[in-house]
């Protein structure tokens, strides 16, 4: 049968003995320690009880989703979204007119979601233009996207709400229960209105595809698509939302996607973890190259300031949840720095390090040996000697000691609010600099191995600069120098060398789509590469370079082994 329980004699392991500690120290409820901890493994059996009615059912979704409210008021992920208003196009179906982009910490409280931004605020006269037409147009904040995380915190249960049985159905390996959920007739509160789906093991939501009821006159329609993915052994929590505007007669919708990480940032710092054993290896290795002892030569002591300078910088990112662990992904970007190096005869030491940035606008920078791009931006470029040309302008900086990073040296530098760290650290050149870097990457990359392919790098700068007035939003730095510069965009050389842009014809692939590349886990931040299956396009329309795309991930059960 559909609905069962577990039998199996449970024994605590270290990890989810590390798990109640989490959850204990988070203040939740004993029936999410017990779900948490709950030895899931291949190894524990199954048997079959009586099957559950669906009235049964119902009341344990109900019980289950409130003890998910009191989940979520304990935790502070980041919440990120980014929002293209769209308008009709003959030949690739609809194009972006504008954008818009919002990041902060998120937080239930007793009065509803509060929104804890991490941008700059913009000067008093954007500001009043922004609100005048938010109220004109779309009325769309960060905390009406936030909100759908947790899209009913107060009366989600059967005074307020009706429902429906629709059918049995599989979300990649879960198998759920689909229910249409419809607020009460005598409920004029803005409520719910959808459809969720209940994995079919404790009854937990998994999806939530609706809209809310009675929402306010002249409001944009928030229809919008919930994915909460298994974090923690039979945990679920909100990953991704993609949203997107319900009325269809409007001359300009919007698209959005809002994506969820953070959850563990008590742990974030790739050297937070206390009970983390420390390596063997000799911290130091990469600076001493050989050198007998320890004696602290004038060289040497630099080197390692610059290198502690860079470990308090990458720790406060990483803190702030806006800068992923290290991890494989930083490999492979570092193998094409390598390349680069290696057929230029560079030999730079302390050896350069590449890091990840976990948000959305298309951003590089440097500081001291190490070069960080964004997540945004790996995702759209569409291959390696694209990245190659984005990697060469930061090296170039670097082999021209441009990138100094001493005023973060000491640790009361960076000890600042998370939500402070872009108004505080910053990693900007000026405009001599950077045209400089243009120039010696120009150098480094007709020396590499993709100097016969770096015209495909400048066909991504001539779509960029096609969609960069429509989306200034998602090409604007944070941290440091953008891809936008006073005269064009950066290397713009590469332009000249590519071909003509075609953006109706399939099979030239300028830029691919948002979230092409990088896959998070919201829970610990870790980043890996997706490895999707090629799909061949039928229509121009189905490119989407630089665009919010719906998301559809394939949900998975983890076990405590993982």
Sequence with gaps: MLFRRRTALFVPTQKTLRIVAVVALLGLSTSIAQAAAEDTSAAATRTTPRALSFEQVVDRVIAEENSFVTLMKNLRPVVETYVQYTKPDRQLGSVPVRDNYFLGQFGLTRDGVADTSYLKKPAIAPRLLNHIGGLISDRLSPVEFARTLVPDPTGFDRHHYSFTFVRREVLGDVPCIAIDVRPLSDVNDERLLGRIWVEDQHYRIVRVNGTFAAQPHLKAGLHFDIWRLNLLPNVWLPAYVYSEDSDQHAAVRYKALTRIWGYDLQHAGDLREFAEPLSDEVSDVAFRKG??????????????????????????????????????????????????????????????????????????????????????????????????????????????????????????????????????????????????????????????????????????????????????NLIRAHLGNGLKQTQGLRMSALASGAPELKPAQIDQIAALPLGSRIKVDPWSDRIEMRKPAAVSLNYASEKMPFEVTPLFPYLRRITSAQ
């Design 291 to 472: 050198d007998s002892g320890y004696d602290l030569s004038p060289e040497f002591s630099k080197r390692r300031f610059q290198y502690s300078t860079e470990d308090n910088i990458i720790e406060r990112l990483q803190i702030a949840g806006l800068m992923a662990p290290r991890g494989d992904v930083d490999q492979v970007l570092q193998q094409v720095v390598a390349n680069l190096e290696i057929t230029n005869d560079l030999e730079i030491q302390p050896q350069i390090r590449c890091r990840v940035l976990l948000t959305s606008p298309l951003e590089s920078f440097s500081f001291g040996h190490t070069i960080v791009l964004s997540r945004g931006l790996i995702d759209v470029l569409p291959d390696e000697a694209t990245l190659a040309s984005i990697l060469a302008h930061e090296l170039a900086h670097i082999v021209l000691g441009h990138a100094a990073e001493e005023r973060y040296a000491s640790s009361d530098s960076v000890a600042f609010p998370d939500q402070m760290t872009m108004q505080k650290l910053q990693f900007t050149g000026d405009e001599r600099q950077e045209e400089a870097a243009n120039a010696k990457a120009m150098e480094l990359l007709s020396k590499s191995p993709y100097n016969d392919k770096i015209a495909q790098a400048g066909l991504f700068l001539k779509a960029l600069q096609a969609r960069q007035p429509e989306l200034p």
